[in-house]
């Protein structure tokens, strides 16, 4: 708590709400009035995020929301991490006002931080247990859990129970989030590809999806429906893409997706966001993979697909028909020939005087 006033006979009011994708603080207007600042020289480490005035129940205060994405871009001290805590902290300043080269009034630093605990616990009422794919990645002294979900339909309402049976030629849904902590790393799938075994290093039949976070296969479609753009990859802690369904040319009928990810900070110098050009792909192709701390693999499968063709008996009795009627056709003439052979036969024969 912060006094003020000529016999510290005044308390400054301040705020600090720790949002689930902002931080805001809040002072008092009398506070900055006392010490002759305006709200106008009022900013966070980068002078872009200023603040600005907003009455609270008649009460005036001067205000700076940050969300969590502009985090490091307006000045945010390096995340604090234990193993069980993640602290932001911001800093409030005033810019000096100089006068003929000189500078009678205080400037104003006021530093405040949030805690988020990176473990949260979610109940349901009833118990959901989704058919799907879990891995823990160590990030610094932090463990993140990932999840490879499929969905039934485009609303990622319905997640597969079970092992799911997919028809030859249907969309399949595809879902990988950050599930703990929640809201705080971005998430970029770096590669994704199909196999016929649970392992992902073993040696066969493989089918890429997903290559340097870009769509590899022509049916690729993230959730924002374009083919082109990237989507959510990289953007924030949940990625949705689809695919055609398809089977390889061997038997078993069936397959299993793997997913490498990587998991960035708010803070993390190098962009989470893929750049998705031929150039870069092809670059990737020749470039061996090196897994670190941040990289995770998930495996989710196995994943029965369902070949069953509804058009063939229709086809079938197409081409039968035909056929069929020919061989009508055929006996029907020949009773008619054999019919007109008889009766020449038995016709009378006359003759004229």
């Not at 400054?12 to 809040?26: D, E, K, Q, R, Y």
């Not at 003929?100 to 104003?108: A, G």
């Not at 959901?128 to 990622?156: C, G, I, Q, W």
Request: with cysteine; net charge neutral; charged share 20%.
């Amino acid at each position: 708590m912060r006094y003020y006033g000529d016999l510290c006979d005044k308390v400054a009011l301040m705020n600090v709400l720790c949002g689930n994708n902002f931080i805001t603080i809040s002072i008092i207007e009398d506070f900055f009035k006392y010490y002759k600042v305006p709200v106008e020289s009022l900013h966070l480490a980068n002078r872009s995020c200023r603040a600005h005035k907003e009455v609270i129940s008649d009460v005036p205060y001067y205000m700076v929301q940050t969300s969590k994405d502009r985090y490091a871009a307006c000045g945010g001290k390096p995340l604090e991490k234990n193993i069980t805590h993640i602290a932001y902290s911001l800093t409030l300043v005033s810019e000096p006002n100089v006068r003929k080269n000189i500078i009678r009034d205080p400037t104003v630093k006021i530093e405040y931080t949030c805690v988020y605990p990176y473990i949260r616990a979610v109940s349901l009422p009833v118990p959901v247990n989704p058919f799907s794919s879990e891995r823990v990645v160590r990030v610094d002294e932090l463990d993140a859990r990932v999840e490879m979900t499929l969905f039934k339909d485009h609303t990622y309402m319905d997640a597969f129970t079970s092992a799911p049976m997919i028809h030859l030629g249907n969309r399949v849904y595809v879902q990988l989030s950050v599930t703990e902590p929640k809201d705080f790393f971005l998430l970029n799938v770096k590669e994704c590809w199909a196999s016929q075994s649970p392992a992902h290093n073993e040696t066969g039949v493989t089918h890429t999806l997903l290559l340097k976070g870009c769509a590899d296969d022509e049916t690729v479609i993230f959730e924002n429906g374009t083919m082109s753009e990237i989507g959510g990859n990289g953007k924030s802690s949940m990625i949705r893409f689809s695919f055609s369904m398809f089977r390889f040319a061997d038997e078993p009928r069936l397959l299993y997706i793997h997913c490498k990810v990587h998991l960035c900070a708010p803070d993390e110098p190098e962009p989470c966001i893929p750049e998705c050009n031929e150039q870069t792909r092809q670059l990737t192709k020749r470039a061996a993979v090196t897994v670190d701390p941040t990289q995770g693999l998930l495996t989710y499968g196995p994943i029965k697909i369902d070949i069953t063709e509804t058009t063939k008996p229709k086809l079938l009795l197409m081409l039968m028909l035909p056929v069929g009627t020919v061989w009508v056709l055929g006996l029907f003439l020949l009773i008619l020939i054999t019919f007109a052979k008889a009766g020449t036969r038995r016709l009378p024969s006359f003759s004229t005087i």
